[in-house]
């Protein structure tokens, strides 16, 4: 069983900065061999993929929307995943999720619909 729970999230002005974190937790097992996601949904809108990230941390993905100011990374030896997320805009303003899944491929890395296992979620509020 995995249990992910995101922090980090917060109120900030265009143009801020916030650092989400997502430690998974296992019984008897790490989250070292998943590929990560970030993934975010605005009210009224559907869940869309921000970034993902490949098990060693090698390889990233990127929503088009995001390149350039929002950077994924991990730290397998905390099992922790985290997104620095720079330059904000009010767009950006939604709740976040981060996920795991089995498959490490990166095909379809920013597709919700083949990860495995989601945290609650932490609220981005970005004002102009």
């Known amino acids: 069983q995995v249990r992910l729970v995101e922090s980090g999230g917060g109120s900030v002005q265009a143009g801020g900065s916030l650092r989400l974190s997502c430690p998974c937790v296992?019984?008897?097992?790490?989250?070292?061999?998943?590929?990560m996601g970030w993934f975010r949904q605005a009210p009224g809108k559907e869940r869309e993929g921000v970034a993902s990230i490949s098990p060693s941390g090698a390889s990233t993905v990127y929503a088009d929307s995001v390149k350039g100011r929002f950077t994924v990374s991990r730290d397998n030896a905390k099992n922790t995943v985290y997104l620095q997320m720079n330059s904000l805009k009010p767009e950006d303003t939604a709740a976040y999720f981060c996920?795991?899944?089995?498959?490490?491929?990166?095909?379809?890395?920013?597709?919700?619909?083949?990860?495995?296992?989601w945290g609650q979620g932490t609220q981005v509020t970005v004002s102009s």
């Open positions: 296992t019984s008897g097992a790490t989250c070292t061999s998943y590929r």
């Open positions: 996920a795991t899944r089995s498959v490490v491929s990166p095909i379809g890395a920013l597709n919700s619909g083949v990860y495995n296992n």
